[in-house]
C-alpha cells in the first residue's frame, strides 16, 4: 500500500536494526483516515473469504481491526492482555512471549465471543516473530472457529513471524513489508 509506505518513508523513526518507530499514526497517535484507508484494502484483500468476526489483540491492533470491520460491517474482537474485573471461567487464554519486549502476556477472550460456525480475520498492526498472531490463532481453534486469514499492517519481513506463521498453515497479507531497517534506512521488499 503505497500511501502506508510513504508515511512510513516521511514519519517512521528507525530506532536501531530490528525498531522501526511509528508513534505519529500507529502506536500512539492514530491517523484516522489512513486507518480508514488500511480498513478497506484490509476489506478488497479478504473480500473472497467469508469473514465473520475480525479479532486483533490490545492495544495497537485495535485501530486498524477496527475500521476493517467497519468497512466490512463485521463485529471486532480485541483479546485482551491483562483479566479484566468482569472475567469469569468462561475465558479461552494462552500465553505469548514477545521477543521484542521480553515479556509473556497471557492474552484471553471470552468463549461465547466465538462460536465453530465463526471464520475469523486476524488484524495486528506489526509482525515480527508472529507470536501475537499465532496467540490470536490458537484462540480461535481452542472456541472450535476457524481463521479465515491474517491481515498485517507493517511486517518486518527479515525476522521469522511470516514463515512461522506459514508454516503453521495461515495465509498473511501485509500492507508494507520491511526488508531491513539498515544504516537508519527503511528498505521495503517490493522496491
Ligand atoms: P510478534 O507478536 O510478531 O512476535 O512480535 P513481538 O512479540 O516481537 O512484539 C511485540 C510487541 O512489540 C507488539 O506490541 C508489537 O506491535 C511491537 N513491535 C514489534 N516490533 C516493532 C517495531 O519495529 N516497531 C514498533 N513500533 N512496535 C513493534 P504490543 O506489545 O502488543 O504493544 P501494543 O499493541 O500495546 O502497542
Redesign the pocket.
Known amino acids: 500500500m503505497e500511501e502506508l509506505k510513504n508515511r512510513i518513508r516521511k514519519e517512521g523513526k528507525v530506532i536501531d536494526e530490528?525498531?522501526?518507530?511509528?508513534d505519529h499514526f500507529l502506536?500512539h497517535q492514530i491517523d484516522p483516515i489512513l486507518m480508514c484507508k488500511i480498513g478497506e484494502q484490509f476489506a478488497r484483500i479478504f473480500k473472497e473469504t467469508e469473514v465473520t468476526k475480525v479479532i486483533t489483540?490490545?492495544?495497537?491492533?485495535i485501530a486498524p481491526a477496527l475500521m476493517t470491520g467497519f468497512i466490512m460491517k463485521l463485529p471486532v474482537i480485541f483479546a485482551r492482555k491483562k483479566k479484566p474485573v468482569t472475567a469469569n471461567e468462561d475465558m479461552l487464554s494462552t500465553e505469548?512471549y514477545?521477543?521484542?519486549?521480553k515479556v509473556t502476556n497471557t492474552i484471553s477472550l471470552e468463549k461465547s465471543l466465538l462460536s465453530p460456525e465463526d471464520r475469523v480475520l486476524v488484524i495486528d498492526?506489526?509482525?515480527?516473530?508472529?507470536?501475537?498472531?499465532l496467540g490470536l490463532t490458537k484462540l480461535i481453534k481452542t472456541a472450535g472457529a476457524k481463521v479465515a486469514g491474517i491481515g498485517i499492517v507493517i511486517e518486518?519481513s527479515f525476522q521469522e513471524?511470516r514463515r512461522r506463521l506459514e508454516e503453521a498453515g495461515y495465509s498473511v497479507c501485509s500492507l508494507a513489508r520491511i526488508a531491513s531497517l539498515k544504516e537508519n534506512h527503511v528498505s521495503f521488499l517490493d522496491e
Open positions: 530490528e525498531i522501526l518507530k511509528v502506536n489483540l490490545e492495544s495497537s491492533g505469548v514477545s521477543f521484542t519486549k498492526d506489526f509482525l515480527a516473530n508472529g507470536a501475537a498472531s518486518k513471524g
